[in-house]
């Protein structure tokens, strides 16, 4: 089993999406140069979605086309839908995420649809990825826990991993989205779900808002989860999700992996320094 642990960065997105006052454009652009230079091995980038929903997101394309590359590093932009799609691949991304839930009442929060509807927009998007040589990632908000409904059955996570998996979806990152997830918890769903499936086909997406992203993440490893998704500095949430701010943070899974042994291939003293100047920009 790999000893090498894939980190995927969402601060850009996942993290700042949530901010009320605008970060500006410059400022994200240093932000994910920063990362670059620390060799976070993917970093999700920006999301193209309506500024209407996500005003902080406006800029996608601007900040895509002004950050630094490295060859070796995976650049992701969050696509909600076939626009979205579109704009990614006129930017040049050669990997994108896509969104569905495991709750009914989030999915009509927070995307404006039911889940049997995201299904569908992800459906109309598979061709044009596959036509494109486009990677996808799909995401699973609330796999535990809802902020409206309470805790999510497991049967409904699996039906969406299989709708997901059915579709054509390279990679599934099951979120702890108002992080109420607990270690046992985390172990039961990843029980089921590795009796059908191979853990290379899962990350975990945990938050830290009642301090269990660590404890659920070594778990993870344990069980043979390799890709964890964290935001530098601890930034941010889901604007959807009242009370969920706090994503763990990179740092953090990167102190984790170190102390169980697995490599990263992040340098931690240019990730602190990322994660220092985000969060100078959030919390002044």
Known sequence: MSQKVHIV???????????????????????????????????????????????QMADAKEVTSLIKRKDQIIYTALVPNLKGLENAIKCGYHSVAVLTTASESFSLKNTN?????????IEEMIPHCKENKI??????????????????????????????IDLGVDEISLGDTIGKATPEGVEYLLKIILDSWPPELFALHMHDTYNMAAENIVVGLGMGLRIIDSSAGGVGGCPYAPGAAGNVSTETVAR?????????????????????YIQSITQS
């Open 9 to 55: 960065e969402v601060g850009p997105r996942d993290g700042l999406q949530s901010i009320a006052e605008e970060v500006s454009t410059i400022n994200k652009v240093k932000f994910i140069d920063m990362l670059t230079e620390a060799i976070c091995p993917e970093i999700e980038v920006a999301s193209f979605v309506s500024p209407k929903w996500v005003p």
């Open 113 to 121: 649809c039911s889940i049997e509807e995201s299904i569908k927009r």
């Open 135 to 164: 990677r996808i990632r799909g995401y699973i908000s609330t796999c535990w826990v809802c902020p409206y409904e309470g805790n999510i059955g497991i049967e409904t996570v699996i039906k969406v991993i299989q709708d997901l």
């Open 256 to 276: 984790i992996c170190m102390e169980q042994g697995f490599k990263t291939g992040i340098d931690v003293e240019k990730l602190k320094s990322a994660g220092n």
